[in-house]
């Protein structure tokens, strides 16, 4: 049987994802969802602008895959917006699944009200400007991660990590792997304080 790995991957919280990547390709902690409740998981949709420019990204959204997921290398800016909530309006319309960057973006308001993830370092009032185009489909570095086409995004409030799409089978059965144990230790020691006490002593003589 054909294994969806977006679905798969879908269902695991990112900390069980970065467990099973040995704790590497996750972006930088100031990359989070604008809304908490906010989670994404699709494959990655490269976009590379140049800082305080957008003309890149509205090609990229005319350009990617329902489904995809935008990351967007804004090289790290925060004088001007990749997008608002227009722009990202019509991204949410043509199937999107939702937007990853080191940049920023303005119209909160109009975005939560939207309900399209948005993962981001933050928010700006300036617009950004559409002077200069920049580059798709390519490998891009975001949140001090290499991202390349075609990679699978999981996002949720703990932030993002990127699995690498030639690796997405052995770190789908290590993601499902921990979330497994996860969930057998905490049946094992929910409201049983002798369990507990075992349990911190278990990890203590290791």
Known sequence: MTV???EEFAKLPAT?????????????FAIKPLAHHHKIAGRAHTVKIPKGQNKEFLKAIREANAGDVLVVDAEDDTSKAIAGDFILGMAKTLGIKGVVTNG??????????????VFCRGTTTVAGSKSDTGYSNIAISCGGVVVRQGDIIVGDRDGVVVVPKEKEKEVLEQAQKKLRKDEEKESR????????YKHIDEVLER
């Open 16 to 28: 069980c994802v970065s467990d099973g990547l040995a704790g590497q390709n996750a972006m930088d």
């Open 4 to 6: 969806n790995y977006v």
């Open 189 to 196: 020691v929910a409201g049983d304080i002798e369990a507990i």
């Open 104 to 117: 920023v973006v303005r119209d909160v308001e109009g975005i939560l009200e939207l309900d399209f993830p």
